[in-house]
């Protein structure tokens, strides 16, 4: 295998590893939410529903990410634009504070944000 078959394996196994994470803690909390529900104030609900909504879009996503569903979730990507953008400045900034060990650590996250930029322009 190469590398980037090789990376792409390990990124699905991560996502699967998330997904049954999400899953369970979305089966838990909907098992509590059924046995407790009528002791529970109104406000806790609403906040253990929100979470749960919060839960099954990212299941929905990871699942979506997983198969190589090409409509990409738009706030995972947004939120890779922005922290390419975000750590560009601040590398730019702090550059002179910074250790170089973490100079190129920042340069190495760089580039593989930016390969994967590159990577959704070709879908």
């Given at each position: 295998m190469n590398?980037?078959?090789d990376r792409k394996k390990e990124k699905n196994d991560n996502r699967i590893d998330n997904?049954?994470?999400v899953v369970e803690k979305r089966e838990r909390t909907e098992r509590h939410l059924?046995?407790?529900s009528d002791e529970k104030d109104d406000e806790k609900l609403e906040a253990t529903k929100r979470?749960?909504?919060?839960?099954?879009?990212?299941?929905?996503?990871?699942?979506n990410n997983i198969l190589g569903d090409e409509?990409?979730?738009?706030t995972e990507v947004d939120n890779l634009m922005r922290n390419f953008k975000l750590s560009e400045g601040y590398m730019k900034n702090n550059k002179d504070h910074m250790k170089n060990k973490d100079?190129?650590?920042?340069?190495?996250?760089?580039i593989h944000r930016k390969e994967e930029l590159d990577q959704l322009d070709t879908f």
């Open positions: 590398e980037k078959t997904l049954i994470n059924e046995e407790y979470l749960q909504n919060i839960r099954d879009e990212e299941i929905h996503n990871l699942k409509s990409r979730n738009e100079i190129e650590n920042l340069k190495e996250k760089q």
